[in-house]
């Protein structure tokens, strides 16, 4: 079967074996003998039985009594093998499983931002659950094919042990069986595709909608709602009805086949019984291996169909993996030398992929160490995408991002964002305990070291009040804290990390006052020291700042002081007015 499959197919399975198989050669092993002994017992069966109706005919009653003691026996045997076998199969299959988990996650979180950001999250999530399902499906049935394989060689040579000439008449029938086999399992690859497809779509939309339901309700969304569900549900039954189709017409196709099979060989018993050829015994235990082969036929029969929905699953999750990443360290990259924290733009050009206008046009401005520059201006003037070109999420189309006089691009990623923090409008919270979120600013820090950055983070008194202390997990999203209490956490984090660094997303959603001068308080510490880049969208924040950046349109269009912008009386002193900020 093997021969049959597309080159890629071949160069698909080669790569499972080296990279995730290979590593089980034991497991294999103790599995690969437990299938031998279940196809050398099973194939002992119409031989047992020979003899004993042999036995029976011919009026032998010497060691008559061993006979239901070898059938025992051959059973127990046979029994205790496909128990090893099967669970020797699944410890091999589930390994493979999640190593091949882990390396599509390490893909994942390590891929650009661009590569992640383009499809939805539950369509990423998805590929580990039900591509997951379909490999693990395909590796079971391979394997237990192998099975499947040596039972039918033991029982054909049973067969032919007993009458090879009637094994001849079974065994030109085989090839009318395989051609059908492989058409269908093309057929069904193909369909796989599609299907896997749908489960993404139906898994991305009803996130979604679970998500939005507040806004759902408060809209009267409900029936729009079901209608779009509806609609994604039909095109789920669509395309797993095209399957089952194909799938549902070869088993009868080899039903009928096996039937065949059975009438040919019958007619043939026939006409030897009446020549007074052969004895009672043969022909039993020849029908009777003929029944028992019908099952491992037929699964292998199958096999092709789940192994290409499993190497279509394959295809897709190597495709992450093997997608190449743009942001990477150059060849010759050092790590960022020591510095104040200088950052400046230089003619700095973006533009997102696939999107005909740039996000960022000719951006030029500096801040000196320990300053903080505002970025203001309207929704959509490119303030977040100017952030994110600092610690190398995206890379720029033109020009140069440099901190402390070196560009971006020239130094290590890992020693780039250990000099960076960010503090987005909405606080991260892991669902790990208080310490977790906090110390993974700085990876080995200690309980002293996350307390002090807490104690400046105004979070240490409510953490201190928590059930387990820092020890308490957040649960999911930080839904055991307030608004305010999260920002704090996430402020306390930023503090530990230390950088020299701040790149900063100011929250637009106002908090209570108490909270609000807090979270202030601690901005303010933060702040200190360290030079900040800030997506502003309160007055306050831009009147202290050093320098302000109005940004429109992906350029910046105004610089200065908030003093001289007033004076200036353009899109800043507008802003300022309305009180929009972006
Ligand atoms: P601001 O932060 O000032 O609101 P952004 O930097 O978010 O502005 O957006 C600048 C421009 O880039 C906008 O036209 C926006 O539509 C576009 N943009 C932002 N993010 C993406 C993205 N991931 N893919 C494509 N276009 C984007």
């Known amino acids: 079967m093997a021969n049959a499959l597309e080159p890629s197919a071949r160069a698909l399975l080669k790569r499972l074996w080296h990279d995730h198989l290979a590593g089980h050669r034991r497991r294999i092993a103790i599995a690969l003998a437990c299938t031998l002994g279940v196809a050398a017992t099973t194939a002992l069966y119409p031989i047992v039985i020979q003899q004993s109706f042999d036995r029976y005919t011919e009026g032998r009653h010497d060691w008559l009594w061993l006979v239901p003691i070898v059938i025992v026996a051959v059973t127990s045997l046979k029994a205790a093998a496909q128990f090893g076998q099967a669970v020797a199969i699944q410890s091999v299959v589930l390994r493979v499983i999640e190593g091949l988990q882990n390396s599509l996650f390490r893909a994942l979180t390590r891929a650009d931002l661009a590569t992640v950001a383009r499809e939805a999250p539950a369509r990423h999530a998805a590929r580990f659950t039900t591509d997951a399902a379909l490999i693990r499906e395909a590796l079971t049935k391979s394997i237990s094919a192998v099975a499947d394989a040596l039972t039918l060689v033991g029982l054909v040579i049973s067969m032919v042990w007993l009458d090879w000439q009637m094994s001849l008449v079974g065994g030109l029938l085989y090839p009318i069986a395989v051609l059908p086999i492989l058409k269908l399992g093309k057929r069904i690859r193909r369909a796989s595709g599609g299907m896997q497809e749908r489960v993404g779509e139906a898994a991305a939309t009803l996130t979604e909608s679970f998500g939005a339901a507040r806004v759902v309700r408060a809209y009267r969304l409900e029936g729009a709602e079901e209608a779009r569900a509806a609609g994604l549900f039909a095109r789920l039954r ?3 009805y095209g399957i089952a189709r194909t799938r549902a017409s070869l088993d009868p196709m080899l039903e009928s086949l096996g039937g065949l099979a059975v009438a040919a060989v019958l007619v043939f018993v026939g006409w030897r019984v009446s020549s007074g050829t052969g004895t009672v015994g043969e022909f039993t235990g020849f029908v009777a291996a003929l029944l028992i082969a019908s099952r491992p036929a037929r699964a292998l029969g199958s096999l092709n169909a789940a192994l290409q ?15 190449k990443r743009r942001i990477v360290d150059a060849p010759d990259a050092v790590a960022l030398p020591p510095g104040h924290g200088r950052i400046a733009f230089a003619g700095v ?11 960022l046009t000719g951006l030029t401005f500096a801040a000196e160490p320990g300053q903080t520059v505002a970025l203001v201006g309207p929704s959509g003037g490119g303030k977040s995408t100017a952030i994110a070109l600092v610690p ?21 990623l890992a020693s780039l964002r250990d000099a960076i923090a960010y503090v987005g409008q909405e606080a991260t919270i892991f669902d790990d305990t208080a310490f977790a979120n906090i110390g993974c600013g700085r990876p080995g820090a200690t309980r002293a070291e996350v307390e002090e950055a807490a104690r400046a983070a105004a979070a240490h008194d409510f953490i201190a009040a928590l059930p387990d202390g820092y020890d308490t997990p957040l649960g999911p999203g930080g839904s055991r804290l307030s608004g305010g209490q999260r920002q704090r956490v996430s402020l306390a984090r930023a503090l530990l990390r230390n950088p020299r660094i701040l790149l900063l997303d100011e929250a637009t959603s106002a908090l209570d006052a108490e909270n609000e001068a807090l979270v202030q308080q601690a901005l303010a510490r933060l702040r200190a020291g360290r030079t900040t880049l800030v997506i502003a969208h309160r007055l306050a924040t831009v009147r202290d700042a050093d320098r302000i950046v109005v940004m429109d ?15 200036q009386d353009g899109l800043y002193a507008r802003l300022v007015r309305t009180q929009t900020f972006g």
């Open 349 to 359: 050009g973006f533009t997102y992929d696939g999107v005909p206008d740039a996000a």
């Open 553 to 567: 349109r992906g350029r910046a269009v105004e610089q200065g002081d908030h003093a001289a912008l007033m004076e």
């Open 238 to 240: 669509d395309s797993l």
């Open 392 to 412: 190398r999420l995206y890379d720029p189309t033109e020009g140069w991002v440099l901190i402390d006089g070196v560009d971006t691009r020239s130094v290590t």
């Open 309 to 323: 929905e499993g190497l279509a699953g394959l295809a897709r999750v190597y495709a992450v993996i093997d997608e």
